[in-house]
């Protein structure tokens, strides 16, 4: 069986190395790391913004991680930016969009990652908490800097996360912001405080977000997951072309 390719979304950030500030496309490696020791082949999608472009990606690809990062600017939907928002990057919402829009017309596994999960709601027409300490008081889920918060999240019965990780699991968090709707997903996994954790489509595909960080932990049932859906999609095109694409496993 061919090695599933799996797409990862960067940033475009300044960046410093040797000799060098300029602008790069970066993702902290554990992404691809993951991936790798899960049975894939990453590959890095920097923001992108030719018509057609993220269609000819996802032709390419057995599945897509839209991965973590800042926040998403705030009129995606409708809102005014809280003052704790801040460096959104629109190239990156229009292109992580667009690969959006891309994988669900060939059912391509996805998952996403954080902000990934944020992007995912947003691009379904749900709307953010922009600063979620204010709504559970306390700041488990983003203690500042570099430092992961670890929660305890307890999983849906009968979701696919459920079936991936089990009933519960501590996870490494960091993020300021929640969901708060999510039209076409269900919920997968809750904090004690009853933050939405993890959100996944109904059906067949493979299209499950979480807030937390797999790509950090010991939780790799869900990259496996992806994994396995990714190897799944790459088996049905090859052999019955792009029309037979889209069957999946959990």
Same mark, same amino acid.
């Given at each position: 069986?061919?090695?599933?390719?799996?797409?990862?979304?960067?940033?475009?950030?300044?960046?410093?190395?040797?000799?060098?500030?300029?602008?790069?496309?970066?993702? =902290?490696?554990?992404?691809?790391?993951?991936?790798?020791?899960?049975?894939?082949?990453?590959?890095?999608?920097?923001?992108?913004?030719?018509?057609?472009?993220?269609?000819?990606?996802?032709?390419?690809?057995?599945?897509?991680?839209?991965?973590?990062?800042?926040?998403?600017?705030?009129?995606?939907?409708?809102?005014?930016?809280?003052?704790?928002?801040?460096?959104?990057? =629109?190239?990156?919402? %229009?292109?992580?969009?667009?690969?959006?829009?891309?994988?669900?017309?060939?059912?391509?596994?996805?998952?996403?990652?954080?902000?990934?999960?944020?992007?995912?709601?947003?691009?379904?027409?749900?709307?953010? @908490?922009? *600063?979620?300490?204010?709504?559970?008081? *306390?700041?488990?889920?983003?203690?500042?800097? %570099?430092? $992961?918060?670890?929660?305890?999240? #307890?999983?849906?019965?009968?979701?696919?996360?459920?079936?991936?990780?089990?009933?519960?699991?501590?996870?490494?968090? @960091?993020? *300021?912001?929640?969901?708060?709707?999510?039209?076409? $997903?269900?919920?997968? #996994?809750?904090?004690?405080?009853? !933050?939405?954790?993890?959100?996944?489509?109904?059906?067949?595909? $493979?299209?499950?977000?979480?807030?937390? @960080?797999?790509?950090?932990?010991? %939780?790799?049932?869900?990259?496996?997951?992806?994994?396995?859906?990714?190897?799944?999609?790459?088996? %049905?095109?090859? !052999?019955?072309?792009?029309?037979?694409?889209? !069957?999946?496993?959990?």
């Amino acid at each position: 069986m061919t090695t599933p390719v799996i797409g990862l979304t960067t940033y475009r950030e300044v960046a410093a190395w040797g000799v060098w500030e300029q602008h790069a496309d970066v993702l =902290p490696s554990q992404y691809a790391a993951a991936v790798e020791a899960a049975g894939g082949v990453p590959v890095l999608l920097p923001p992108v913004s030719q018509l057609g472009s993220a269609d000819a990606v996802v032709r390419r690809l057995d599945g897509l991680v839209v991965s973590g990062g800042a926040d998403i600017d705030p009129a995606r939907y409708g809102a005014e930016p809280h003052p704790h928002t801040a460096n959104w990057r =629109p190239d990156r919402d %229009d292109w992580e969009a667009a690969l959006l829009d891309a994988a669900e017309a060939v059912a391509l596994p996805v998952l996403g990652v954080c902000r990934g999960m944020q992007l995912m709601a947003v691009h379904a027409g749900g709307h953010l @908490h922009q *600063h979620h300490p204010e709504l559970v008081n *306390h700041d488990d889920h983003s203690p500042g800097g %570099d430092a $992961f918060g670890k929660i305890p999240v #307890a999983t849906v019965a009968g979701t696919r996360v459920s079936a991936l990780i089990g009933q519960g699991l501590e996870v490494n968090c @960091h993020h *300021h912001q929640s969901v708060v709707q999510h039209p076409g $997903f269900v919920a997968a #996994a809750h904090a004690e405080d009853g !933050t939405l954790e993890a959100m996944e489509a109904p059906g067949d595909r $493979f299209c499950v977000a979480v807030q937390w @960080h797999p790509e950090t932990a010991a %939780d790799v049932g869900l990259l496996a997951g992806l994994l396995r859906a990714a190897a799944a999609y790459a088996a %049905d095109r090859d !052999t019955a072309g792009p029309a037979g694409a889209g !069957t999946m496993e959990p």
